[in-house]
């Protein structure tokens, strides 16, 4: 029974924060946010800064996760890029731990 409430009190708080975030935050945070959600449900260790999040993602797919327009996300995502917070393939995203970090993107 404590396992339940233990995992049931997680989930709560952790859509607490989304919700936060979505709603308060900027495009460019609310990207890294789902960006970090995704990486630690799917992410893949590497030895290089960069950790590829192993999951197919198209810009509109993105946009929907953070209530966003696809042409806002590109937009977004270049600036992104060139900051070196993210690389960027063909449906593919890798992100840059410690600079999400140092932004508080968790």
């Known amino acids: 029974m404590m396992t339940l409430l233990k995992v ?10 989304l919700t936060q975030n979505l709603a ?3 495009l ?5 946010h789902a960006l970090f959600q995704l990486y630690d449900q799917f992410g893949l260790e590497s030895d290089d ?3 590829r999040i192993d999951f197919p993602l198209t ?6 996760l953070v209530g966003a327009t696809r042409e806002a996300i ?8 060139k900051e070196g917070v993210i ?3 063909f449906k593919t995203i890798s992100i840059h731990r410690e600079k999400l970090l140092e932004r508080n993107i968790t």
């Not at 049931?8 to 924060?17: E, F, K, Y």
């Not at 460019?28 to 890294?32: A, G, Q, R």
């Not at 810009?59 to 929907?64: L, P, R, T």
């Not at 590109?74 to 890029?81: F, I, K, M, S």
């Open 8 to 17: 049931l009190s997680d989930r709560i708080i952790s859509m607490n924060q």
């Open 87 to 89: 690389k960027t393939g």
């Open 59 to 64: 810009h509109q797919e993105i946009a929907n």
């Open 28 to 32: 460019h945070d609310k990207i890294l």
């Open 74 to 81: 590109t937009v977004a995502l270049h600036e992104l890029v």
């Open 24 to 26: 308060l935050g900027n």
């Open 49 to 51: 800064e960069y950790q």
